[in-house]
């Protein structure tokens, strides 16, 4: 079964504005990973954060944890055209054998 | 070149065929997974392995068969009782499976003719 679940389904914004997407899940976790998914190909993965880490940043990007919300958040600052593709979230959970994918953001940048 | 590939990039199947995806890994990693998603969906787990000659399924395994007799490979065989076999089909890799980065390969596009 899926756990996490992406907000919002679609995204579409300017070249140089900045995306969030959020991501919210079901049950405890060890920790949250980001992956980008460009059409037709397989995931490519951004960002981990762990249970214990709140914030964590790399590069352009930002993702924020609240375990007491079950919920992340990715932002991605000054978005350019080549960020189009669609965001999973992904939870490994305490006994970490499995993952469990949200049903992904699709983002546009309008360049 | 470390990484992991998958193939063929598209596969036909026949009413009442097996067909065999092919995934190979030399990054020396002991889990591989295999994933289905479907158009707008996120990715479900079919099967995973974390040790050779060892595997468990995922959701949904029905209709679904691997073998891991080599580290390195993880092939998925589709069988025939899979009625909607239609889909994007993704293998990875992780170092331990214990919840760490995934790697993906670049994924199987099974059509039914």
């Known amino acids: 079964s899926q756990q996490g679940e992406e907000d919002p389904q679609a995204l579409s914004i300017q070249e140089g504005e900045n995306a969030t997407m959020n991501c919210s899940y079901k049950?405890?976790?060890?920790?949250l990973q980001w992956y980008r998914q460009n059409s037709g190909r397989g995931l490519v993965h951004l960002i981990l954060?762990?249970?214990?880490?709140r914030e964590k940043h790399s590069g352009r990007l930002r993702v924020t944890l609240d375990t007491s919300k079950k919920s992340s958040s990715l932002l991605i600052t000054a978005s350019r055209a080549a960020d189009t593709a669609s965001y999973f979230c992904?939870?490994?959970?305490?006994?970490?054998?499995?993952?469990?994918f949200g049903t992904g953001t699709s983002l546009t940048v309008i360049p | 070149d470390g990484g992991i590939t998958q193939s063929p990039k598209y596969l036909f199947r026949k009413e009442g065929q097996n067909v065999t995806l092919s995934c190979e890994q030399n990054?020396?990693?002991?889990?591989m997974y295999w994933y289905r998603q479907d158009p707008g969906q996120g990715l479900r787990l079919i099967y995973y392995?974390?040790?050779?000659?060892?595997?468990q399924k995922g959701d949904i395994a029905e209709g679904y068969s691997v073998s891991r007799e080599k580290k390195e490979s993880f092939p998925l065989t589709v069988t025939s009782a899979q009625k909607n076999p239609t889909a994007f089909y993704l293998c990875?890799?992780?170092?331990?499976?214990?919840?760490?980065?995934?790697?993906f390969g670049p994924g199987t596009r099974l059509l039914v003719l």
């Open positions: 990054l020396n990693h002991d889990a």
């Open positions: 992904a939870t490994g959970s305490n006994t970490g054998n499995q993952f469990y």
């Open positions: 049950t405890s976790i060890n920790n």
């Open positions: 392995s974390q040790i050779v000659n060892d595997f």
């Open positions: 954060i762990r249970s214990n880490e």
């Open positions: 990875a890799s992780t170092l331990s499976g214990r919840g760490e980065t995934q790697y």
